[in-house]
């Protein structure tokens, strides 16, 4: 088949309005068969059934593409962490325990998305949509570290949200990367990877000083929100 002839088809899928849908959805089915880092940009116009030119049509090169996908797979990410944590009902306590498992679960159900969010090389705060969209995710654990910093044990100094909100993420992050993966990267483990992440948690909180049964700690009011060393509390 002709440039000319392919173009033509290009042009077709154009008009209807699905050439970047279509590219798009190209790229992440590369990204989940090869890695981010395994294709080219005319591998997914090809993929698409489109001319190599076609795509610069909706997208300036290839990073673009990425960054895009990375931006609806932290959108997503933000769905479920928030879904997880509804807010902290009907408790704190309970709702943090299920953010973990929740980001484990978009690990494995979406490897795709994933590995274009945080292993497809591309610098988040180059695309203000992406960066907002990985700021939101972020908010929903920072927000579940300040209501579990707010049932720190009396007595004991309490820890900075957000530097609990980081430690917490990266545990997180790289129990889901090395044995939480929905992909063949995946490390064996003589575990589930939520009772690995699950202890890992308990032992950091218990760490900071707090009591080994969670549930022990009442719930106290939220203190106004107010800006530290830290940063600004999420809003």
């Known amino acids: 088949m002709s440039w000319r002839k392919e173009e033509r088809r290009a042009e077709r899928g154009y008009h209807h309005g699905n050439l970047k849908e279509a590219l798009l959805q190209a ?81 494995r159900n979406e490897p795709a998305y994933y590995s274009a969010m945080f292993e497809s090389g591309v610098p988040v705060d180059a695309n203000p949509l992406l960066m907002t969209a990985s700021e939101r995710a972020f908010n929903v654990i920072r927000a579940a570290a300040e209501r579990l910093a707010a049932l720190t044990p009396a007595g004991v100094t309490r820890p900075p949200a957000l530097m609990m909100a980081l430690h917490i993420w990266s545990m997180s992050h790289g129990i889901a990367s090395l044995f939480g993966r929905g992909d063949a990267a995946r490390r064996k483990l003589p575990m589930a990877a939520e009772e690995l992440l699950e202890a890992g948690v308990l032992i950091y909180l218990r760490g900071l000083g707090f009591p080994a049964d969670l549930r022990s700690q009442p719930e106290k009011p939220a203190e106004p929100k107010r800006s530290g060393p830290w940063g600004a509390a999420p809003q």
């Open 27 to 107: 790229a992440l089915g590369l990204i989940a068969e090869k890695g981010p880092a395994g294709f080219t940009f005319a591998d997914a116009a090809r993929m698409a059934g489109v001319s190599p030119a076609a795509p610069y049509r909706h997208f300036r090169d290839r990073e673009e593409l990425l960054s895009i996908i990375a931006q609806r797979g932290f959108e997503l990410f933000e769905q479920v962490l928030a879904k997880a944590w509804d807010d902290g009902r009907p408790d704190a306590i309970t709702a943090f325990m299920r953010v973990g498992p929740a980001y484990l679960a978009f690990a």
